[in-house]
């Protein structure tokens, strides 16, 4: 993350170049390997839970495979909104890494921290206001790339 | 009266007769919890939001300062304080409880030193005979307006710093009881062109280094004359980085012990959450105003120079790709009247 940033630089003086690359040689590096097995671990297991719940859903609550998606869906979030509240969240975010931020429950973190965390300006421009905060960009771009893949999917179709 | 380039030598030996130290649930946890003088297990510390708390903070480090300097707030001439948040509210809102004449300053947390330097300054000069100096930073106020919702899942990198929730105060007087200060190096900004919010200790390195440089080329001495030089809140990443550059220009630290306030506040092998160490405004004021004015007391150390570090950018100058401007002040604490 820190090469990322810095490499955005336009101009960096001699001093500052030499000083950058002490300071590097210095600092700790992300555990990118330990944090990958992490997050695959984490995520894994959001996926089972997910999956399981899928199977229950189908088997004695008499949905079908493409329905069992939504309750499942909206179990998870509200596992996730109970685990933000009471500050567990955080905790296994800070192992998990990816894992946890990536599926579904790390969206309903963003929204429900963010509206948490802004409660004490008031309902309508505290929480209301900011409960998208951070999961804004991720409707506005999703909605971006979901118009161009339809585009595109359109004068595929259009060809074929 | 100016020394050098940048330095002020306090003549007068303007005392720091009265401090105070409060701090939140995780410094209370930390090896120098018993050196502090109030701790609070909870982060709200009854209140309704966490920036009421921050204020709270500051408003009990003051009150409690003031009574044990055996003084009412009436007394004291000016207040000079700053702390993190935008317009400095905490402090603005304490001095509105306070009712004394408030100078609200702001270096980032650089603020500890740059304020016990102006309070040191205009008690030496015969402007006022008590003048309070204070700051705080609260945890989750910081990580609100800095970084992320408290609450958020995000993965800190092992350069993170965590901000520590606390605040402290100290009253300087022409005369009386208590640990001198003598001088004091006011720091210009420094910018190595580091972005990452996540890695100040890198950031801040450099400015330290510098300050501390022109204090002693100010004053014609060496780092063997103090018993202790300690930086505000550089944390391991920047501690690191500090002694390779005192190495590099061959700055004889090695004349003196060498610590930072980011390692003393917690202990990073249990308080692993700290990743690199503490920061913050109150990392800097509560480890000085709590611990080592009580080491100097104690006569475990007779002369230390803090060099507290701040670095001055906001949310939006990051989002916006600049990189982080740095500062650090000097200000050096003596027993027993110093020497001139």
């Known amino acids: 993350m820190s090469f990322a940033s810095r490499s955005k630089m336009k101009k960096v003086t001699p001093v500052q170049r030499d000083y950058q690359l002490l300071a590097q040689s210095i600092e700790p590096t992300r555990p990118i390997a330990?944090?990958?097995?992490?997050?695959?671990?984490?995520?894994?297991?959001?996926?089972?839970?997910?999956?399981?719940?899928?199977?229950?859903?189908?088997?004695?609550?008499?949905?079908?495979?493409?329905?069992?998606?939504?309750?499942?869906?909206?179990?998870?979030?509200?596992?996730?909104v109970i685990l933000t509240a009471f500050g567990v969240y955080d905790k296994i975010a800070q192992w998990a890494g990816a894992g946890s931020a990536v599926p579904v429950t790390g969206f309903a973190n963003s929204l429900c921290s963010a509206a948490i965390e802004h409660k004490s300006e008031g309902l309508v421009l505290g929480t209301g206001g900011n409960m998208f905060k951070l999961a804004g960009s991720v409707i506005v771009f999703g909605t971006v790339s979901a118009f161009a893949v339809g585009i595109v999917h359109w004068i595929i179709g259009i060809k074929g | 009266?100016?020394?050098?380039?940048?330095?002020?030598?306090?003549?007068?030996?303007?005392?720091?007769?009265?401090?105070?130290?409060?701090?939140?649930?995780?410094?209370?946890?930390?090896?120098?919890?018993?050196?502090?003088?109030?701790?609070?297990?909870?982060?709200?510390?009854?209140q309704k939001s966490w920036e009421q708390a921050e204020k709270k903070l500051l408003e009990d480090a003051a009150t409690h300062a003031?009574?044990?300097?055996?003084?009412?707030k009436e007394q004291i001439q000016f207040y000079i304080g700053g702390d993190l948040m935008n317009q400095t509210i905490s402090n603005g809102f304490a001095a509105r409880t306070l009712g004394i004449p408030y100078l609200g300053v702001f270096g980032a947390c650089s603020t500890s030193m740059e304020s016990l330097a102006l309070a040191a300054h205009i008690v030496n000069a015969g402007s006022a005979k008590y003048v309070m100096?204070?700051?705080?930073?609260?945890?989750?106020?910081?990580?609100?307006?800095?970084?992320?919702?408290?609450?958020?899942?995000s993965q800190k990198p092992p350069t993170a710093q965590y901000t520590v929730t606390g605040a402290g105060?100290?009253?300087?007087?022409?005369?009386?009881?208590?640990?001198?200060?003598?001088?004091?190096?006011?720091?210009?900004?420094?910018?190595?062109?580091?972005?990452?919010?996540?890695?100040?200790?890198?950031?801040?390195?450099?400015?330290?280094?510098?300050?501390?440089?022109?204090?002693?080329?100010?004053?014609?001495?060496t780092p063997g004359y103090y018993d202790l030089i300690v930086t505000g809140d550089l944390g391991q990443v920047g501690y690191d980085i500090a002694n390779a550059l005192f190495e590099k220009h061959r700055f004889p630290i090695g004349e003196t012990e060498y610590k930072d306030c980011g390692?003393?506040?917690?202990?990073?092998?249990?308080?692993?959450?700290?990743?690199?160490?503490?920061?913050?405004?109150?990392?800097?004021?509560?480890?000085?105003?709590?611990?080592?004015?009580?080491?100097?007391?104690?006569?475990?150390?007779?002369?230390?120079l803090v060099v507290a570090t701040g670095a001055l950018f906001?949310?939006?100058?990051?989002?916006?790709?600049?990189?982080?401007?740095?500062?650090?002040?000097a200000v050096a604490i003596e027993n027993g009247g110093g020497s001139t």
């Open chain 1, 34 to 80: 330990r944090n990958c097995m992490r997050a695959f671990i984490a995520g894994g297991a959001i996926c089972f839970v997910g999956e399981a719940l899928m199977k229950v859903f189908q088997r004695y609550f008499g949905f079908t495979e493409q329905t069992a998606g939504n309750p499942t869906v909206a179990v998870l979030i509200l596992l996730s």
């Open chain 2, 314 to 329: 906001s949310p939006l100058s990051f989002q916006q790709g600049e990189s982080i401007p740095c500062i650090a002040h």
């Open chain 2, 263 to 304: 390692l003393m506040i917690y202990d990073r092998t249990k308080q692993t959450f700290v990743n690199s160490g503490g920061s913050g405004c109150a990392c800097s004021a509560t480890v000085t105003y709590g611990h080592l004015l009580k080491q100097l007391k104690r006569g475990a150390l007779n002369r230390i």
């Open chain 2, 133 to 153: 100096a204070g700051t705080c930073s609260h945890n989750c106020t910081s990580e609100k307006q800095f970084r992320y919702p408290t609450e958020y899942g």
């Open chain 2, 1 to 46: 009266m100016l020394q050098g380039h940048q330095s002020w030598q306090f003549e007068n030996k303007p005392v720091i007769i009265s401090a105070s130290s409060v701090v939140g649930p995780d410094e209370s946890e930390g090896p120098l919890a018993e050196e502090f003088d109030i701790g609070h297990g909870d982060l709200m510390i009854g």
């Open chain 2, 169 to 221: 105060v100290a009253i300087v007087a022409p005369q009386g009881e208590g640990p001198v200060v003598t001088r004091a190096t006011i720091g210009r900004v420094v910018d190595m062109g580091i972005t990452d919010p996540f890695n100040m200790g890198a950031a801040m390195a450099p400015a330290a280094v510098e300050t501390i440089g022109a204090h002693f080329r100010d004053f014609c001495i």
């Open chain 2, 66 to 72: 003031i009574e044990r300097a055996n003084l009412t």
